[in-house]
C-alpha cells in the first residue's frame, strides 16, 4: 500500500480518520481524529484562499490594465488576455441568470461548510478547497461589482480560440470538480474511507 493510499483509506468502523491518524510511520500518529480533521480543514482553507486571492489579484489587473485596452496576445490567435464583464455563469453560459446563478453560488458555500465537519481526505479537502475559492471568487464580483444587487458582471479575461472566456475562478471551480469526479470513480468518500462492492 502506497503512502498516499495509507493516508486517503481508513477502515470501516465508527471513527473515520482514527485508523489514519494512528497508522505506524503517518506523521502526527499520536493525534486523534478530532485533530485529523482539523488538519483536513485547514487544507481545504488553504486551497480556498489561495485560489481566492489568485483570482481576486487577476481580476484586479484586468480591471486596472486590460480593461477598455486592445486584448493582449499570450499565445498567437490561440491565447488572449480579453477582458469582459460576464452576467452568466461559468464560461458565459446562462446570460441573463446572473441572481440565479449568486444564490447557487452561496449554496455551493454552504454546502462545502457542512461537508467539511466530516472531511478526512487531504484529495478531497483540495478539491472542495479548489470549488469554494473559486464559488467565493465569482460570488465577490457578483456582490461588489456592477450593476450591484446580487446582480453584478463577473470579470472574465482568459480567452482562449473557439471558446469561451472565463477566469481564474472558473479554472478552480472546474478542476475541483473533475478531481472529485475522479475521487468518486476511485470510490473514496470525503471521511477517507473507501466504498467497496
Partial sequence: ???????????????????????????????????????????????????????????????????????ISVFGHYLRFDAIRNAGAAFGLGQGMTIVFTVIAAGVIVVIARLSRRLYSVPWAIALGLLLGG?????????????????GRVVDFIAPAHFAVFNLADSAITCGGVLIVLLSFRGIDPDGTRDRD
Fill in 135 to 151: 464559488a467565493f471568487g465569482n460570488l465577490t464580483d457578483r456582490v461588489f461589482r456592477a450593476p450591484g444587487g446580487f446582480q
Fill in 1 to 71: 500500500m502506497t503512502e498516499a493510499e495509507r493516508i486517503i483509506i481508513t477502515p470501516d468502523d465508527d471513527t473515520p480518520g482514527e485508523a489514519e491518524e494512528s497508522a505506524p510511520g503517518a506523521a502526527g500518529a499520536t493525534e486523534g481524529p478530532a485533530a485529523g480533521r482539523r488538519r483536513r480543514v485547514t487544507v481545504l482553507i488553504g486551497v480556498a484562499a489561495f485560489a481566492y486571492l489568485l483570482d481576486l489579484l487577476s481580476k484586479i489587473w484586468v480591471v486596472t490594465s486590460l480593461e477598455n485596452h486592445a486584448p
